[in-house]
């Protein structure tokens, strides 16, 4: 009897060590802050492949405001680059000062282990836990590809990134193209809203 007693105490503690370990990590973009109950690892300026560029990542990246390098060359031209993220919304939810002002971001740290951004949604599915709403988000379907992104609804901007960033990696509200997409329940020129949900 108190040999299982042991057994099931070792047991439970064992899962409470490995629930307390596992955890997940994700950016949240146009926000330099966290959501209450989260760990904010770090914050600083969203940049991507500029949209005239060919090559480099097709991926965004959260920049820390102090970067740190190792050796370097100043003769040596970069073999790519990497701009600012900017904001394309002089129409749409979020206009409201934000049009081609540079985007922040913040990298988050959650004790939830599964993380999934859900595509026009809004709300999380059953069980999942909301870290933030907003709205998709992409390059132009004139340049070069990159990824869909959820952009907080309460972004803000980088201070002082008042002027259009030549050569930006610029983001735009992403609707469904309804000659080729089931509308309805889709709708074309209504953007699309996306949420970053986590879970045990």
């Given at each position: 009897?108190q040999?299982?007693?042991?057994?099931g105490l070792?047991?439970l503690?064992l899962?409470?060590?490995i629930?307390?370990?596992a955890?997940?990590v994700?950016?949240?973009?146009?926000?330099?802050?966290?959501?209450?109950?989260?760990y904010?690892v770090?914050?600083?300026?969203?940049?991507g492949?500029g949209?005239r560029?060919k090559?480099?990542g097709?991926?965004?990246?959260?920049l820390?405001h102090?970067?740190?390098y190792?050796?370097?060359?100043w003769n040596h031209?970069?073999?790519?680059?990497?701009?600012?993220?900017?904001?394309?919304?002089?129409?749409?939810p979020l206009?409201?000062g934000l049009?081609?002002h540079n985007?922040?971001c913040?990298?988050?740290?959650t004790?939830?282990?599964?993380l999934y951004?859900?595509p026009?949604?809004h709300n999380?599915p059953?069980g999942?836990t909301?870290?933030?709403?907003?709205?998709?988000?992409?390059?132009?379907?004139n340049y070069y590809?990159g990824?869909?992104?959820?952009?907080?609804?309460?972004?803000?901007?980088?201070?002082?990134?008042s002027d259009d960033?030549i050569?930006a990696?610029?983001l735009?509200?992403?609707?469904p193209l309804?000659s080729?997409?089931p509308?309805?329940p889709y709708?074309?020129?209504?953007?699309?809203?996306?949420v970053?949900?986590t879970k045990?």
């Amino acid at each position: 009897m108190q040999q299982k007693m042991f057994i099931g105490l070792v047991l439970l503690l064992l899962k409470v060590t490995i629930s307390e370990a596992a955890g997940t990590v994700y950016t949240r973009w146009g926000r330099t802050s966290c959501r209450s109950g989260t760990y904010r690892v770090m914050y600083g300026i969203a940049g991507g492949s500029g949209y005239r560029q060919k090559g480099g990542g097709a991926n965004l990246l959260c920049l820390p405001h102090n970067p740190q390098y190792l050796s370097y060359n100043w003769n040596h031209p970069g073999g790519t680059y990497i701009s600012p993220v900017e904001y394309e919304t002089s129409q749409g939810p979020l206009s409201r000062g934000l049009h081609q002002h540079n985007m922040p971001c913040a990298v988050c740290e959650t004790s939830r282990s599964k993380l999934y951004m859900f595509p026009a949604l809004h709300n999380c599915p059953s069980g999942w836990t909301e870290e933030y709403d907003g709205y998709l988000m992409s390059t132009h379907h004139n340049y070069y590809k990159g990824e869909y992104v959820c952009v907080d609804e309460h972004a803000t901007s980088v201070p002082g990134s008042s002027d259009d960033t030549i050569n930006a990696h610029d983001l735009y509200f992403v609707e469904p193209l309804c000659s080729v997409f089931p509308c309805p329940p889709y709708y074309s020129r209504k953007e699309l809203a996306c949420v970053v949900c986590t879970k045990y």
